[in-house]
């Protein structure tokens, strides 16, 4: 089945150690975002590529930063993790051409900083 | 700009007992709506969506909504919940076109007891 799939699944890391957390994707969804999602909230968009353009959220925090080296994959890299980074973190995907962008979630990361 | 009010945070019920999860939007232009579940620990799972045409909409589960242009309201229910529907259910909205975001409402926990 086509699906969004993220890796791992549960991280732990220490406050300060740069993490990276993983998406890929077989839909071929050309729009691929990160959510963080905080205990009982609804998830918050970080930022989104649509194709290879990236497209930051204006409060993101610039200790988020994101790669996507192809269609398939997209990366998550926190340089510095404070313990307000401790969150589930959603990948989600869409494709252009449905006028709807219905998103596609994957199962989440749940980081803890330690 | 689109917001989305989720009236309740919480909603307890009875197993067998019927549901309505409330939802209203605010938005100057056509909007698409949907409904995600979010089991703990899972990603956020599409439930059901309203693009266009009738306004009652059946998901999976057997949940439906209908969309009430008049009252931009798009409330989830179904007749006869289950243990299993015990979940967090959110209420998202957008434009289309050019914006392809999705605004999500708070969320609502439902809690289905024996």
Known sequence: DAMVIQNPRYQVTQFGKPVTLSCSQTLNHNVMYWYQQKSSQAPKLLFHYYDKDFNNEADTPDNFQSRRPNTSFCFLDIRSPGLGDAAMYLCATSRDGTFSYEQYFGPGTRLTVT | ?114
Do not use: M
């Not at chain 2, 909205?93 to 050019?98: A, I, K, T």
């Open chain 2, 1 to 114: 700009a689109q917001s989305v009010t989720q009236l309740d945070s919480q909603v307890p019920v009875f197993e067998e007992a019927p549901v309505e999860l409330r939802c209203n939007y605010s938005s100057s232009v056509s909007v698409y709506l949907f409904w995600y579940v979010q089991y703990p620990n899972q990603g956020l799972q599409l439930l059901l969506k309203y693009l266009s045409g009738s306004t009652l909409v059946k998901g999976i589960n057997g949940f439906e909504a209908e969309f009430n242009k008049s009252q931009t309201s798009f409330h989830l229910r179904k007749p006869s919940v289950h243990i299993s529907d015990t979940a967090e259910y959110f209420c998202a909205v957008n434009q289309g076109g050019s914006n392809y975001k999705l605004t999500f409402g708070k969320g609502t926990l439902l809690t289905v007891n024996p």
